[in-house]
């Protein structure tokens, strides 16, 4: 079963720094995707950023990098230039494919990221 | 382009009750995931439903039951509700289930159910 480890309940970054927050994972599928949403207050889950496991360079979205490292199977986002909008929940998930097609996602414990100025 | 949207955004029940919860998939989107995210914790997933079919389902009891409509919107159903169902309820949308390695969920924003 694929399972996904955030260690850090919490993180606090100054505006304008960049904050990394942590996630690995453990699966024994070859092919996988790795995501990161972020979840403001209201609840609901906003795609940041996506690495597939052949993916031969680490993924950048605007702000957001992933810093993936297959062999130790971390997958750790690099937010830089924080801005208090950043403050939220984040969490780290991992794409499982069902045999007939399809697939769930399994989530990580997040991380609450609060900016301060 | 319209999103994912969800119905009710707030649902308050007593233990032993049922209740449904409703979700309209993004335009253009076939395929419906629910996932049940309990307070301080990452969401877990329920099950899938690929044209109107169930396509994959999670570790939860067959109290916890969905459809999928022709126009891909989707039910969540729970029976005998329990004080541990008290949680975010999220739907998710995205295009087709079938053969698709890399197929973005994109999330509504939840129906949060308390049961007292």
């Known amino acids: 079963a694929q399972k996904i480890t955030q260690t850090q309940p919490g993180m606090f970054v100054q505006e304008k720094e960049a904050v990394t927050l942590d996630c690995t994972y453990d699966t024994s599928d070859p092919s996988y995707g790795l995501f990161w949403y972020k979840q403001p207050s209201s609840g609901e889950m906003i795609f940041l950023i996506y690495q597939g496991s052949y993916d031969q360079q680490n993924a950048t979205e605007g702000r957001y990098s992933l810093n993936f490292q297959k062999a130790r199977k971390s997958a750790n986002l690099v937010i830089s230039a924080s801005q208090l909008g950043d403050s939220a929940m984040y969490f780290c998930?991992?794409?499982?494919?069902?045999?007939?097609?399809?697939?769930?996602?399994?989530f990580g414990t997040g991380t609450q990221l609060k900016v301060e100025l | 382009e319209t999103g994912v949207t969800q119905s009710p955004t707030h649902l308050i029940k007593t233990r032993g009750q049922q209740v449904t919860l409703r979700c309209s998939s993004q335009?253009?989107?076939?395929?419906v995931s629910w996932y049940q995210q309990a307070l301080g914790q990452g969401p877990q997933f329920i099950f899938q439903?690929?044209?109107?079919?169930?396509?994959g389902r999670g570790n939860f009891p067959p109290r916890f039951s969905g459809l999928q409509f022709p126009n891909y919107s989707s039910e969540l159903n729970v029976n005998a509700l329990e004080l541990d169902d008290s949680a975010l309820y999220l739907c998710a949308s995205s295009l087709d289930a079938a053969g698709g390695t890399y197929n973005e969920q994109f999330f509504g924003p939840g129906t949060r159910l308390t049961v007292l």
């Open positions: 439903y690929y044209r109107e079919e169930e396509n």
């Open positions: 998930a991992m794409r499982e494919d069902f045999t007939g097609g399809g697939n769930k996602l399994t």
């Open positions: 335009s253009g989107h076939n395929t």
